[in-house]
């Protein structure tokens, strides 16, 4: 049985009608406890109907939390999507809509998102970070213009330039809308934020995006708290297609039940951790759960 509901929040950025689906734990009313709230979003080539995370709905759905998932104006080929201020603006509305029809504690909003939905996480949690209590994002990009010369003559290539309107270099006014939507440049914001990245080492070979799109996003939250950075030696040594590190550290060589998959490397900076792990481009459910249900 599909437990979703689909709600229709009003866009305060241009009046539309923007969609969502909402999941609500069994016998929820106006009357229950405030509970947790989980925003969930969809990868870069779907959209509300596509790139389903079922895993985590039903994971959330048991821990009695409410499960949110907006559509942030579809899949990243258009000016209006793409971390655009159009998108940010729909996940708030969506997040507000929520927390005024049911009871939500308002200091238990969680974020998480796989690939474009953890690019997505990662914006959201610098653009906004008073909002979220903390959030997972897995094989997200954090810097477009790097990830277009990735995939400049691949799809993911054209969606970015059929979004900004242009490859980079093209005019400063598309290189200032890369920069704008690329997380890597707000991160510092999200110093105090309690955000978890995390990579399967073998993305960028067996799938779309490398990890030191991972590894430098998490760097710019070090930069700002004062600690030390994942050197370019070791981004380098993790980005081959055996990716491991030639001098690990305790930190890196620690075990996590919650991702049942061997970690090659782990380092934290106040709230944030970084995570790289046995596995190409994916996300563990579980491992999201463990993270939203810390102390």
Known sequence: MDRRVRIQVTS???GTEQPSYLILPE????DSE???????????SSDLDGGRNSDLEDLVYERGWVYLWP????????PQAL?????????LDAVEWVKENYPVDGGRV??????????????????YPEIWAGAVAWVGISDLTAWHETHKDGNYGKTIRDAVGGAPGDSEIIDA?????SPITH??????VAIHIAAGRHDGHKGSVPISQSLRAFNEIAKANGDDLISEDEIEQMGRPDGHLDTPTSSDQVKDDAFVKEIFLRRTSGKAMVSIFEGGHTGIAKATVAWISRD
């Open 12 to 14: 305060t950025k241009d």
């Open 27 to 30: 016998g929820f009313t106006a």
């Open 34 to 44: 405030p509970t947790t709230l989980v925003v969930s979003l969809h990868p870069w």
């Open 71 to 78: 559509n942030f104006r579809g899949k990243n080929n258009t």
């Open 83 to 91: 971390g655009s201020e159009f998108a940010q603006q729909d996940i």
């Open 110 to 127: 969680f974020l998480t998102g796989r690939s474009g939905g953890g690019h997505m996480t990662m914006l959201m949690c610098a653009r």
């Open 177 to 181: 809308e890369l920069k704008a939507r």
């Open 187 to 192: 991160l510092a914001n999200a110093k105090d």
